[in-house]
Protein backbone atom coordinates (compact mmCIF):
# COMPACT_ATOMS: atom_id res chain seq x y z
CA UNK A 1 0.00 0.00 0.00
CA UNK A 2 1.17 3.22 -1.26
CA UNK A 3 1.20 6.47 1.00
CA UNK A 4 -1.78 9.02 -0.16
CA UNK A 5 -0.16 12.29 -1.50
CA UNK A 6 0.03 14.75 0.85
CA UNK A 7 -1.23 18.62 -0.12
CA UNK A 8 0.48 21.37 0.44
CA UNK A 9 -2.88 22.48 2.01
CA UNK A 10 -2.88 19.81 4.06
CA UNK A 11 -2.90 21.00 8.08
CA UNK A 12 -2.20 24.31 9.73
CA UNK A 13 1.08 25.87 9.63
CA UNK A 14 3.47 26.86 12.70
CA UNK A 15 2.84 30.37 11.55
CA UNK A 16 -1.12 30.07 11.61
CA UNK A 17 -1.05 28.63 15.09
CA UNK A 18 1.44 31.06 16.37
CA UNK A 19 -1.51 34.15 15.19
CA UNK A 20 -4.25 32.06 16.27
CA UNK A 21 -2.33 32.48 19.98
CA UNK A 22 -1.38 36.01 19.89
CA UNK A 23 -5.61 36.98 19.14
CA UNK A 24 -6.76 34.70 22.24
CA UNK A 25 -3.94 36.23 24.23
CA UNK A 26 -4.81 39.60 23.17
CA UNK A 27 -8.71 39.53 23.88
CA UNK A 28 -7.99 37.86 26.80
CA UNK A 29 -6.03 40.40 28.42
CA UNK A 30 -8.39 43.44 27.15
CA UNK A 31 -11.11 40.72 28.92
CA UNK A 32 -8.91 40.63 32.22
CA UNK A 33 -8.80 44.38 32.17
CA UNK A 34 -12.45 45.05 31.73
CA UNK A 35 -13.58 42.81 34.16
CA UNK A 36 -11.29 44.23 37.15
CA UNK A 37 -14.03 45.87 39.32
CA UNK A 38 -13.12 49.56 39.90
CA UNK A 39 -11.75 51.14 43.00
CA UNK A 40 -14.43 51.95 45.50
CA UNK A 41 -14.41 55.84 46.61
CA UNK A 42 -13.84 54.79 49.86
CA UNK A 43 -10.44 53.03 48.44
CA UNK A 44 -9.88 56.39 45.96
CA UNK A 45 -10.14 58.81 48.89
CA UNK A 46 -8.20 55.90 51.44
CA UNK A 47 -5.20 56.31 49.23
CA UNK A 48 -5.03 59.88 48.96
CA UNK A 49 -5.35 60.18 52.72
CA UNK A 50 -2.39 57.73 53.69
CA UNK A 51 -0.49 59.93 51.27
CA UNK A 52 -1.67 63.34 53.28
CA UNK A 53 -0.46 61.91 56.48
CA UNK A 54 2.74 60.61 55.42
CA UNK A 55 2.97 63.99 54.31
CA UNK A 56 2.33 65.63 57.73
CA UNK A 57 4.78 62.78 59.19
CA UNK A 58 7.34 64.23 56.83
CA UNK A 59 6.74 68.05 57.15
CA UNK A 60 6.81 67.23 61.09
CA UNK A 61 10.08 65.76 61.20
CA UNK A 62 11.90 67.93 58.91
CA UNK A 63 10.27 71.51 60.30
CA UNK A 64 10.33 70.71 63.92
CA UNK A 65 7.11 71.42 64.26
CA UNK A 66 3.78 68.97 65.40
CA UNK A 67 1.28 68.54 62.39
CA UNK A 68 -2.48 67.99 63.27
CA UNK A 69 -5.16 65.98 61.21
CA UNK A 70 -8.76 65.80 62.55
CA UNK A 71 -11.72 64.56 60.63
CA UNK A 72 -14.48 67.25 59.86
CA UNK A 73 -17.20 67.90 62.44
CA UNK A 74 -19.39 66.34 59.93
CA UNK A 75 -16.94 62.77 58.51
CA UNK A 76 -17.37 64.20 55.10
CA UNK A 77 -13.63 65.53 54.89
CA UNK A 78 -10.50 66.37 56.71
CA UNK A 79 -8.44 69.68 57.95
CA UNK A 80 -4.76 69.62 59.08
CA UNK A 81 -3.30 71.53 61.38
CA UNK A 82 0.11 73.09 62.40
CA UNK A 83 1.21 74.01 66.36
CA UNK A 84 2.50 77.27 67.23
CA UNK A 85 2.78 79.68 69.46
CA UNK A 86 0.73 77.72 71.80
CA UNK A 87 -1.76 77.41 69.64
CA UNK A 88 -3.02 74.40 66.81
CA UNK A 89 -4.13 76.66 63.90
CA UNK A 90 -5.37 75.53 60.46
CA UNK A 91 -2.78 74.49 57.97
CA UNK A 92 -3.47 76.24 54.58
CA UNK A 93 0.31 76.92 53.13
CA UNK A 94 0.57 73.54 51.27
CA UNK A 95 -1.57 71.99 48.87
CA UNK A 96 -1.00 68.20 50.19
CA UNK A 97 -2.72 69.89 53.70
CA UNK A 98 -5.61 72.20 52.60
CA UNK A 99 -8.83 71.29 54.02
CA UNK A 100 -10.59 68.67 51.91
CA UNK A 101 -13.87 67.75 51.22
CA UNK A 102 -15.10 64.05 49.85
CA UNK A 103 -16.15 64.27 46.27
CA UNK A 104 -18.94 60.94 47.51
CA UNK A 105 -21.52 62.93 49.88
CA UNK A 106 -21.96 59.50 50.95
CA UNK A 107 -18.68 58.89 52.86
CA UNK A 108 -17.90 59.71 56.44
CA UNK A 109 -14.65 60.08 58.53
CA UNK A 110 -14.61 59.01 62.31
CA UNK A 111 -12.13 57.74 64.99
CA UNK A 112 -11.81 54.36 65.23
CA UNK A 113 -9.10 53.81 68.03
CA UNK A 114 -5.98 56.03 69.48
CA UNK A 115 -7.23 59.47 68.35
CA UNK A 116 -9.52 62.00 70.19
CA UNK A 117 -12.77 61.81 68.82
CA UNK A 118 -14.36 65.78 69.16
CA UNK A 119 -18.13 65.01 67.83
CA UNK A 120 -19.83 65.16 70.96
CA UNK A 121 -18.79 69.19 71.52
CA UNK A 122 -21.23 70.04 69.32
CA UNK A 123 -19.41 72.66 66.95
CA UNK A 124 -20.16 73.16 63.20
CA UNK A 125 -18.71 75.63 61.72
CA UNK A 126 -14.37 75.71 60.13
CA UNK A 127 -13.60 78.40 63.20
CA UNK A 128 -14.95 76.52 65.62
CA UNK A 129 -13.19 73.30 64.61
CA UNK A 130 -9.92 75.32 64.34
CA UNK A 131 -10.60 76.54 68.48
CA UNK A 132 -10.61 72.16 68.97
CA UNK A 133 -7.80 71.49 67.29
CA UNK A 134 -6.73 67.62 65.65
CA UNK A 135 -7.49 64.35 66.92
CA UNK A 136 -4.08 63.07 65.63
CA UNK A 137 -1.14 64.97 65.63
CA UNK A 138 2.52 64.02 64.42
CA UNK A 139 5.30 64.44 66.36
CA UNK A 140 9.03 65.94 65.41
CA UNK A 141 10.68 63.83 67.51
CA UNK A 142 9.12 60.51 65.39
CA UNK A 143 7.34 59.30 68.16
CA UNK A 144 3.93 58.89 67.02
CA UNK A 145 1.03 57.69 69.00
CA UNK A 146 -1.00 55.15 67.36
CA UNK A 147 -4.61 55.16 65.40
CA UNK A 148 -6.82 54.03 63.19
CA UNK A 149 -9.54 56.03 61.43
CA UNK A 150 -12.61 54.66 59.58
CA UNK A 151 -13.80 55.55 55.97
CA UNK A 152 -17.30 54.25 55.38
CA UNK A 153 -18.72 54.69 52.10
CA UNK A 154 -22.00 53.20 51.01
CA UNK A 155 -20.28 49.95 49.39
CA UNK A 156 -17.50 49.54 51.16
CA UNK A 157 -15.40 50.68 54.19
CA UNK A 158 -11.45 51.23 54.93
CA UNK A 159 -9.62 51.41 57.91
CA UNK A 160 -6.72 54.12 57.79
CA UNK A 161 -4.47 52.99 61.07
CA UNK A 162 -1.14 53.85 61.99
CA UNK A 163 1.14 51.82 64.51
CA UNK A 164 3.19 52.86 66.61
CA UNK A 165 6.39 52.83 64.89
CA UNK A 166 4.54 55.85 62.57
CA UNK A 167 3.62 52.70 59.44
CA UNK A 168 0.41 54.03 57.70
CA UNK A 169 -1.60 51.45 56.37
CA UNK A 170 -5.38 51.24 54.52
CA UNK A 171 -7.16 48.32 54.69
CA UNK A 172 -10.36 46.71 54.07
CA UNK A 173 -11.46 45.81 57.66
CA UNK A 174 -13.94 42.87 55.56
CA UNK A 175 -10.73 41.34 53.43
CA UNK A 176 -9.45 37.93 54.95
CA UNK A 177 -6.02 39.57 55.53
CA UNK A 178 -5.30 42.51 57.56
CA UNK A 179 -2.00 44.39 58.23
CA UNK A 180 -0.23 42.96 61.25
Do not use: C, K
Request: net charge negative.
Amino acid sequence: MSPLPRSSQAGVSLIETLAALAIIALVTGVAVVMLQPEDSPAQLEGEALVRALNEARQEALVSGQHVGFAARFDGRGYQFYRFEDGVWRVRADHPAFEAHRFEDPDLILSVQSGAISRRSEGARDDAAEALNGPEVWFDPTGFDQPFAFELRGPDAVRIIQRDGEGRLSLFDPNAAETPS
